[in-house]
């Protein structure tokens, strides 16, 4: 590698400083992401209170260098300096970074002084109309110890469950999507190997029923192309989490009634929900929506239970059922 065009010394001292700020300073989590996987995103803030995590997360983009590499002194704002990436960098990234349900933020660390600043990459301002090659970044905004409290109110804000569950998706849970096929094709037959397999038992609430009615909630007319498409794509992720994932969380009863020989019928909707790890993109949160249909005699002894797949999808800030 050419030496004047070798970046991993600055890539290497800038990764370094914001772990020291993040977790030596400040004493939150760093969690880097993988050079070959960042996709725009070199890693995640997560914050804790007094060692315990909140459930809240920031991501993280991070340029390091110095003198003509990526600073940019801009006389239009003297109280503001640019990150020089380039117009095509940031026509690219933008639409990654305002998709993600969280935060991001770029630091800047000069590799000379070690100091670091930060900006808001889903705020507007930070963005130059005149040279659209650079990213605004505030002079008054050190990236520190005490940054973290103006975090709070950035744009994309968003507070995890902290019991939520982390699990990892490895290729043969999204490697069903074939490209000699439609997606739906491909979808349609992964969803009818799983509807006949015997990898449908959660650990506590017992087999669950992968059925036409599943399908047809996903692909039902005037749900969005793109939600669509989403589910269909995450449909191994909802197979493992009804093997691995325990917690259940209860969203909405939907009917209750009694029947004709005087039993109760309660039929709801209960999720579970993980922080997935994915072998080609960014971590997110999955939601998978189950619907139950209880029996219950006079006495409220439970005599029939079924469950059945109703949908997957990664919910944002949603609180629908989708």
């Given at each position: 590698?050419?030496?004047?065009?070798?970046?991993?010394?600055?890539?290497?001292?800038?990764?370094?400083?914001?772990?020291?700020?993040?977790?030596?300073?400040?004493?939150?989590?760093?969690?880097?992401?993988?050079?070959?996987?960042?996709?725009?995103?070199?890693?995640?803030?997560?914050?804790?209170?007094?060692?315990?995590?909140?459930?809240?997360?920031?991501?993280?983009?991070?340029?390091?260098?110095?003198?003509?590499?990526?600073?940019?002194?801009?006389?239009?704002?003297?109280?503001?300096?640019?990150?020089?990436?380039?117009?095509?960098?940031?026509?690219?990234?933008?639409?990654?970074?305002?998709?993600?349900?969280?935060?991001?933020?770029?630091?800047?660390?000069?590799?000379?002084?070690?100091?670091?600043?930060?900006?808001?990459?889903?705020?507007?301002?930070?963005?130059?109309?005149?040279?659209?090659?650079?990213?605004?970044?505030?002079?008054?905004?050190?990236?520190?110890?005490?940054?973290?409290?103006?975090?709070?109110?950035?744009?994309?804000?968003?507070h995890i469950d902290p019991q939520i569950e982390p699990i990892d998706a490895a290729r043969d849970d999204i490697d069903y999507?074939?490209?000699?096929?439609?997606?739906?094709?491909?979808?349609?037959?992964?969803?009818?190997?799983?509807?006949?397999?015997?990898?449908?038992?959660?650990?506590?609430?017992?087999?669950?029923?992968?059925?036409?009615?599943?399908?047809?909630?996903?692909?039902?007319?005037?749900?969005?192309?793109?939600?669509?498409?989403?589910?269909?794509?995450?449909?191994?992720?909802?197979?493992?989490?009804?093997?691995?994932?325990?917690?259940?969380?209860?969203?909405?009863?939907?009917?209750?009634?009694?029947?004709?020989?005087?039993?109760?019928?309660?039929?709801?909707?209960?999720?579970?929900?993980?922080?997935?790890?994915?072998?080609?993109?960014?971590?997110?949160?999955?939601?998978?929506?189950?619907?139950?249909?209880?029996?219950?005699?006079?006495?409220?002894?439970?005599?029939?239970?079924?469950?059945?797949?109703?949908?997957?999808?990664?919910?944002?800030?949603?609180?629908?059922?989708?």
């Open positions: 590698m050419d030496r004047e065009t070798d970046t991993r010394p600055q890539n290497a001292t800038g990764m370094a400083i914001v772990n020291l700020i993040v977790q030596g300073e400040a004493q939150h989590g760093w969690q880097p992401y993988a050079p070959d996987n960042d996709n725009g995103v070199d890693g995640i803030i997560i914050f804790r209170k007094d060692a315990v995590d909140t459930g809240e997360i920031i991501f993280v983009q991070i340029k390091c260098g110095t003198g003509n590499g990526y600073y940019k002194a801009t006389k239009k704002r003297p109280k503001h300096f640019g990150v020089k990436v380039g117009e095509e960098y940031i026509s690219t990234h933008r639409p990654r970074w305002n998709a993600l349900f969280g935060p991001i933020i770029l630091v800047y660390v000069d590799f000379k002084t070690k100091k670091a600043w930060w900006t808001d990459l889903k705020d507007e301002n930070s963005y130059s109309t005149a040279n659209k090659s650079i990213i605004l970044v505030p002079k008054e905004q050190r990236f520190g110890q005490h940054s973290f409290g103006s975090f709070k109110s950035l744009k994309g804000h968003l999507l074939k490209l000699t096929s439609s997606m739906k094709t491909s979808a349609k037959e992964f969803y009818n190997e799983w509807a006949t397999s015997n990898q449908r038992t959660h650990p506590d609430l017992g087999e669950i029923i992968v059925s036409r009615e599943g399908w047809r909630h996903i692909c039902r007319k005037g749900r969005r192309a793109e939600r669509i498409i989403q589910s269909w794509s995450l449909l191994g992720v909802a197979k493992k989490m009804i093997q691995s994932v325990k917690k259940i969380y209860q969203l909405k009863v939907f009917t209750s009634a009694i029947d004709s020989i005087g039993n109760y019928v309660q039929t709801d909707y209960i999720s579970l929900r993980a922080q997935v790890t994915f072998p080609q993109r960014h971590s997110s949160i999955v939601q998978v929506v189950l619907k139950r249909k209880r029996k219950f005699n006079g006495t409220n002894n439970l005599i029939e239970n079924k469950i059945w797949f109703h949908s997957v999808y990664e919910p944002f800030s949603r609180k629908k059922i989708r």
